[in-house]
């Protein structure tokens, strides 16, 4: 597995190695050795999560408060644009985000550690979003950031106004949003 770091540190970039014949292809999507000797840390996965959205659809940007969530996203169909917001206020990058285009086409995956809000914009017809994630789904405690909160200046590629759910339109900005020490 080939690690690419983004402008975030923690944030990373994964790339399998893929055996491709005449047959198909093969990967290896999740190694618990081989993710520890990348990137020096165990993590333990406890739930995965599947999303299909269509074209223009725009999926957080969702963290939870409390049972913070690392994870493991990859694009099985499809195309994305991934971003992560850092959140922890004690970090230098606190405010900033990454974005990465991700495609069923090229078998990337993206780490966001817990302590990020995270969303995707779908680019393609119709994407299939798989991910991992270090702690379970908390309702109670979930809390999304707007997605086009001006402090935060994502340049998502959008032509248009996304689709949009309700709990995302009601999205906080990051000067009233909780956030992590």
């Known amino acids: 597995m080939k690690v690419v770091h983004t402008a975030i540190p923690d944030v990373l970039i994964l790339e399998p190695r893929v055996f491709a014949d005449e047959r198909g292809f093969f990967l290896e999507s999740w190694n618990a050795r081989d993710f520890r000797a990348a990137l020096g840390f165990d993590a333990t996965f ?10 223009g659809v725009l999926r957080g940007l ?29 970090s230098p990058s606190f405010g900033r985000w990454v974005g990465v285009e991700l495609g069923g ?14 969303g995707f914009l779908v680019l393609s017809d119709e ?3 798989l991910y991992k994630t270090t702690d379970y789904y908390a309702p109670q405690h979930e809390r999304c950031l707007i997605w086009n909160d001006p402090a935060v200046g994502i340049a998502w590629p959008l032509s248009g106004e996304p689709v949009l759910a309700a709990k995302d339109r009601a999205g906080l900005r990051l000067n009233e949003a909780d956030t992590f020490a």
Request: glycine share 6%.
């Open 127 to 129: 994407a299939d979003v």
């Open 46 to 55: 406890v739930q995965d999560n599947h999303s299909c959205s269509r074209r």
């Open 62 to 90: 969702h963290y939870q408060i409390v049972q913070p969530q690392g994870k493991l996203v990859r694009v099985v169909r499809g195309r994305v644009f991934d971003v992560a917001v850092d959140l922890r206020r004690s």
């Open 105 to 118: 086409d090229d078998n990337r995956q993206v780490f966001v550690p817990a302590g990020f809000a995270h």
